[in-house]
């Protein structure tokens, strides 16, 4: 079990779409300093998800795993599970339900 | 009666050693078994044993899985899905759902009519199961009849009278056996014992033509693979006499007004683009093969082709050089609009479910990725504009991709590199 001081909790906008899927790995970058290795993104705001937002979604991954973390979607609505489902990004991320 | 509800938490299987080609391109939970998904076999068991309520953790195909379930509520169970990414020990989701109260963790390995008797833990337990599991839940099937002891058929099976049937023995829904054939085993729905044939101990799994005179021992016959479940070999035959898939042939990756269009274009543009290649100078044409389309599951169609050979303008930049590609969508081979093509090797490089995901929409003149601005080489994002529009492409995204890839042609924005330039 991690630690929370090892975890990175982030909040995902209401729309993470093209135009804030770079800011989004931008912030991700920046604040994923050297003490952590998990990634948490609270998704319980997240209403909509492109393929664009799919894609920060996978960077943040792939930084976590980068120092053998994860990324955890934290309460996401069942029109983004369903998202994540038909792009089988369920099987990469940790979903926690709300 | 107390009034309390049962509740369980039901595991759906992720995969099983031996099973890759029981499941297809599918989910192994639906795989047909004694003329029913596999699932629908245990959703009547868990129904027939009082369970009210079950929680299904599904990791693999969960939306093949629920609309499976919203098809049907025959089972009067209320079923909700909730998806893992990996499929969970009874253990562990015991442990994460305990909030849950269930009151038993079950999993696919077993069917609740039958508890002791494994299904699912190797080939042979998929197939020698049936035997045991034959008079418990061939009863409860609609048409099915038990024309001798140990012997059933389904619905619309046709048993010629001089075929011998021996006992454990099903013939499924529509399966076909023909003359003097001899049958101590199992025929899936839909499936063809041809004359003279022989099956002995073994099963001829759903739409699968058994050749005449073939004897079909200790094994499996699935589509045009031999897989014996004694030694675990798998065998493919080429030879459609002996054994054939009965599935029709891939459906065409454009519709007919497209392919006409297609033509249409082709005939009206030739002069002018060739000439303006040949005025460029350099090799006319570059060769290149796209990695054949993967059908989704669910379809029973032919789940594999050969990889597609076409052209592109070697010395155009633009979306123009994909001009000669108007001919495979003319042909059915490519859409108008779909994903990129990728080479066999490109496509033998994607890794896991996500991204082999891109090879479930047809190759396009116009696609996805290079829509929302992403070129080879292909990142992670590409990777999934090509899996979402594979997996929901509305008419509004088609319409958004054809805008952005017309302004691309006709504004001459470049940024199409050859296959060859890609890694």
Same mark, same amino acid.
Not at chain 2, 258 to 278: E, H, K, N
């Given at each position: 079990?991690?630690?929370?001081?090892?975890?990175?909790?982030?909040?995902?906008?209401?729309?993470?779409?093209?135009?804030?899927?770079?800011?989004?790995?931008?912030?991700?970058?920046?604040?994923?300093?050297?003490?952590?290795?998990?990634?948490?993104?609270?998704?319980?705001?997240?209403?909509?998800?492109?393929?664009?937002?799919?894609?920060?979604?996978?960077?943040?991954?792939?930084?976590?795993?980068?120092?053998?973390?994860?990324?955890?979607?934290?309460?996401?609505?069942?029109?983004?599970?369903?998202?994540?489902?038909?792009?089988?990004?369920?099987?990469?991320?940790?979903?926690?339900?709300? | 009666?107390?009034?309390?509800?049962?509740?369980?938490?039901?595991?759906? *299987?992720?995969?099983?050693?031996?099973?890759?080609?029981?499941?297809?391109?599918?989910?192994?939970?639906?795989?047909?078994?004694?003329?029913?998904?596999?699932?629908?076999?245990?959703?009547? +068991?868990?129904?027939?044993?009082?369970?009210?309520?079950?929680?299904?953790?599904?990791?693999?195909?969960?939306?093949?899985?629920?609309?499976?379930? =919203?098809?049907?509520?025959?089972?009067?169970?209320?079923?909700?899905?909730?998806?893992?990414?990996?499929?969970?020990?009874?253990?562990?989701?015991?442990?994460?759902?305990?909030?849950?109260?269930?009151?038993?963790?079950?999993?696919? !390995?077993?069917?609740?009519?039958?508890? +002791? &008797?494994?299904?699912?833990?190797?080939?042979?337990?998929?197939?020698?199961?049936?035997?045991?599991?034959?008079?418990?839940?061939?009863?409860?099937?609609?048409?099915? =009849?038990?024309?001798?002891?140990?012997?059933?058929?389904?619905?619309?099976?046709?048993?010629?009278?001089?075929?011998?049937?021996?006992?454990?023995?099903?013939?499924?829904?529509?399966?076909?056996?023909?003359?003097?054939?001899?049958?101590?085993?199992?025929?899936?729905?839909?499936?063809? &014992? !041809?004359?003279?044939? &022989? &099956?002995?101990?073994?099963?001829?799994?759903?739409?699968?033509?058994?050749?005449?005179?073939?004897?079909?021992?200790?094994?499996?016959?699935?589509?045009?693979?031999?897989?014996?479940?004694?030694?675990?070999?798998?065998?493919?035959?080429? !030879?459609?006499?002996?054994?054939?898939?009965?599935?029709?042939? *891939?459906?065409?990756?454009?519709?007919?007004?497209?392919?006409?269009?297609?033509?249409?274009?082709?005939?009206?543009?030739?002069?002018?683009?060739?000439?303006?290649?040949?005025?460029?100078?350099?090799?006319?044409?570059?060769?290149?093969?796209?990695?054949?389309?993967?059908?989704?599951?669910?379809?029973?169609?032919?789940?594999?082709?050969?990889?597609? *050979?076409?052209?592109?303008?070697?010395?155009?930049?633009?979306?123009?050089?994909?001009?000669?590609?108007?001919?495979?969508?003319?042909?059915?081979?490519?859409?108008?609009?779909?994903?990129?093509?990728?080479?066999? =090797?490109?496509?033998?490089?994607?890794?896991?479910?996500?991204?082999?995901?891109?090879?479930?929409?047809?190759?396009?003149?116009?696609?996805?990725?290079?829509?929302?601005?992403?070129?080879?080489?292909? !990142?992670?994002?590409?990777?999934?504009?090509?899996?979402?529009?594979?997996?929901?492409?509305?008419?509004?995204?088609?319409?958004?991709?054809?805008?952005?890839?017309?302004?691309?042609?006709?504004?001459?924005?470049?940024?199409?590199?050859? *296959?060859?330039?890609?890694?």
């Amino acid at each position: 079990m991690k630690s929370p001081e090892n975890v990175l909790v982030l909040t995902a906008p209401s729309e993470l779409t093209a135009n804030d899927a770079s800011s989004l790995r931008d912030k991700a970058k920046t604040r994923f300093t050297e003490n952590y290795t998990d990634i948490n993104l609270d998704c319980s705001h997240l209403g909509f998800i492109d393929s664009s937002g799919l894609g920060a979604l996978i960077s943040l991954q792939k930084l976590a795993a980068q120092r053998s973390g994860t990324l955890r979607l934290l309460k996401p609505q069942s029109a983004v599970i369903q998202i994540l489902e038909l792009t089988r990004l369920h099987r990469i991320f940790e979903i926690v339900p709300g | 009666m107390s009034g309390s509800l049962e509740k369980v938490i039901f595991i759906c *299987p992720d995969s099983r050693p031996g099973l890759e080609r029981v499941a297809g391109d599918g989910p192994l939970a639906l795989a047909l078994y004694l003329g029913k998904p596999l699932l629908d076999h245990a959703l009547d +068991g868990l129904a027939r044993r009082g369970v009210k309520e079950v929680l299904m953790l599904v990791s693999a195909w969960p939306e093949e899985i629920r609309r499976f379930l =919203q098809g049907s509520h025959t089972w009067k169970l209320s079923v909700r899905v909730v998806t893992e990414s990996v499929e969970p020990s009874p253990g562990t989701a015991a442990e994460k759902h305990a909030a849950y109260k269930a009151h038993e963790v079950l999993t696919l !390995d077993f069917l609740p009519q039958a508890p +002791g &008797v494994p299904v699912l833990t190797s080939l042979e337990a998929w197939h020698r199961s049936r035997a045991e599991l034959l008079p418990l839940l061939a009863p409860s099937m609609i048409g099915t =009849q038990e024309i001798s002891p140990g012997v059933w058929t389904g619905l619309r099976a046709q048993v010629d009278p001089t075929a011998v049937l021996t006992a454990p023995c099903w013939i499924g829904p529509a399966a076909r056996v023909s003359r003097r054939a001899r049958v101590q085993g199992f025929v899936e729905e839909g499936s063809i &014992v !041809d004359h003279d044939a &022989v &099956v002995e101990d073994s099963t001829v799994g759903p739409s699968t033509s058994l050749g005449a005179m073939t004897l079909l021992k200790t094994s499996l016959a699935m589509g045009s693979h031999l897989l014996n479940w004694r030694t675990g070999s798998v065998t493919h035959l080429t !030879d459609t006499f002996l054994l054939a898939p009965l599935t029709r042939s *891939p459906t065409p990756s454009s519709s007919i007004p497209g392919r006409v269009a297609a033509l249409l274009i082709l005939l009206c543009t030739w002069p002018a683009v060739l000439l303006l290649a040949v005025v460029r100078g350099g090799s006319l044409f570059h060769r290149a093969l796209a990695a054949p389309t993967r059908q989704p599951a669910g379809t029973r169609i032919a789940p594999q082709g050969n990889p597609v *050979p076409y052209r592109e303008i070697a010395s155009f930049t633009t979306l123009w050089r994909r001009w000669p590609m108007l001919w495979n969508v003319v042909a059915g081979e490519f859409a108008w609009i779909g994903n990129p093509p990728l080479t066999p =090797q490109e496509a033998g490089s994607l890794e896991g479910e996500f991204e082999r995901r891109w090879l479930e929409a047809p190759t396009g003149l116009f696609t996805a990725p290079e829509a929302e601005g992403s070129f080879p080489p292909w !990142d992670d994002t590409a990777k999934a504009h090509a899996a979402l529009f594979a997996g929901c492409a509305d008419a509004a995204w088609r319409r958004r991709i054809l805008i952005h890839s017309l302004r691309m042609l006709f504004l001459g924005q470049p940024g199409i590199p050859s *296959p060859a330039s890609a890694p």
